[in-house]
């Protein structure tokens, strides 16, 4: 009965900006780390970055200073700052939750972000 629901993709211009987010809902399981992933087209899925319960992060070099991971654990909700859009950062990106208790992870549907001049 987990269920994520992403939002916040689109078509925004190279140096342009976006905010993804990402919000869990259900019972029976306790988050200890959230993250992004993304697949860019024809390419292998990646991580983008992670933050943990204790708010440690983890961000992709290719994405770092330019992306930021953030969270409100009240609202079990992941987010995803993105600034300075590059075309290479066209993909659809992914939220995941790492669950502890039930010892499985959770994906997000998936959210297409398009850079276009």
Sequence with gaps: QVHLVESGGG????????RLSCEI??????????????????????????ITSGDSTNVADSVKGRFT????????TVFLQMN?????DTAVYYCKFWDSRRNVDYWGQG?????SS
């Design 69 to 76: 991971i953030s969270r409100d654990s009240a609202k079990n």
């Design 11 to 18: 078509l925004v211009q190279p140096g342009g900006s976006l």
């Design 111 to 115: 959210t297409q972000v398009t850079v």
């Design 25 to 50: 809902s259900g019972s029976g399981f306790s988050i200890y780390a959230m993250g992004w992933y993304r697949r860019p087209p024809g390419k292998q899925r990646e991580l983008v970055a992670r």
């Design 84 to 88: 300075s859009l590059k075309f290479e």
